[in-house]
């Protein structure tokens, strides 16, 4: 039998396998039939020497159900048995602990209706900056028509002055709600999303 009868043969008996697996196999036994002509056998004493295929396949096979059989071992986590101490202790503790834990909560839904709080704050900031703007570019026409051109000026660099720190709170705003959003999306995956996994 020659290397590629051989291989041939192997790939037969080792369909069970995974693909990845088979290829290993038989990348290896390649290389090892290479290994023995190269120290001077010819192709089918190499063959031979390396064994039969049969020899070959149950070894393969043999160690890759050994492998599989350790991978599937289920990991099992044993239920953590209460004692009735333990359970009469939270019971009893109930109002203390029950106390704490919804002061905590309160106190970070606070934190966070502070965050929006202030998001909202600038929002109502940039309306306000932008319509008094408005208002200015109104005020130049007025004062333009009455003929006080100075004034119309003044209102000119208000209003400029205005727009520009409207555009600034706009984008302090934006940029604010992207990252509270996100952060957000994060801890409501945190608690809720991974918890129901479990």
């Known amino acids: 039998m020659n290397k590629g009868e051989f291989l041939n043969a192997?790939?037969?008996?080792?369909s069970s396998l995974n693909p990845n697996d088979i290829e290993s196999s038989?990348?290896?036994y390649s290389e090892m039939i290479d290994d023995r002509i190269e120290d001077g056998l010819t192709e089918i004493e190499a063959v031979s020497?390396?064994?039969s295929v049969d020899e070959a396949a149950v070894k393969i096979?043999?160690?890759?159900?050994?492998?599989?059989?350790t991978l599937s071992i289920p990991n099992k986590k044993e239920k953590k048995k209460y004692s009735a101490l333990v359970i009469a202790l939270l019971i009893l503790g109930f109002p203390l602990w029950f106390s704490l834990v919804a002061a905590a909560f309160?106190?970070?839904?606070?934190?966070?209706?502070v965050i929006w709080s202030v998001v909202i704050v600038l929002y109502a900031l940039t309306i306000f900056l932008i319509l008094s703007a408005l208002v200015l570019f109104a005020m130049i026409f007025l004062s333009l028509?009455?003929?006080k051109a100075l004034s119309a000026l003044l209102f000119f660099g208000a209003a400029l002055v205005l727009s520009g720190v409207g555009i600034l709170?706009?984008?302090?705003?934006?940029?604010?709600?992207g990252k509270i959003a996100k952060l957000s999306a994060?801890?409501?995956k945190k608690l809720f999303v991974r918890g129901n996994k479990q």
């Open 106 to 113: 309160s106190i970070v839904l606070s934190l966070y209706i």
């Open 169 to 177: 709170t706009l984008m302090l705003s934006v940029f604010f709600t």
């Open 145 to 147: 028509f009455s003929g």
């Open 49 to 51: 020497a390396v064994g």
């Open 186 to 188: 994060v801890i409501f």
């Open 10 to 14: 192997l790939r037969v008996r080792l």
């Open 26 to 28: 038989i990348e290896y």
């Open 61 to 69: 096979l043999g160690e890759n159900t050994q492998i599989n059989n």
